[in-house]
């Protein structure tokens, strides 16, 4: 025998009318699907997030002062000029 609770859920109408779709599709009841679904999702096992993403700085003249960073054509020329030397 099968034991079954009824709980109340709240949940995003879009999200909602597209379970009731996906449910009416596959012939089974709204909590058959809810059901199908939590056991899938949770079947998967704890997910590992990736770590925080982390921005490294350096001290130093990496970057001239009279640069406009916002201007990627002048880092671009900064950048060619610093591997090739200035043009003529």
């Known amino acids: 025998m099968m034991l079954v609770m009824r709980t109340t859920i709240n949940s995003e109408p879009v999200v909602l009318e597209k379970a009731k779709a996906a449910a009416l599709g596959r012939g089974v009841t709204l909590g058959e699907f809810i ?3 939590l056991r899938s999702y949770l079947s998967k096992g704890a997910q590992v997030a990736p770590p ?22 002048a880092l671009l020329v900064a950048a060619d000029e610093s591997a090739y030397g200035k043009s003529a």
């Open 52 to 73: 925080p993403f982390q921005l490294h700085t350096v001290r130093g003249e990496l970057v001239q002062p009279s640069l406009d960073l916002d201007r990627t054509s």
């Open 35 to 37: 059901d199908d679904a």
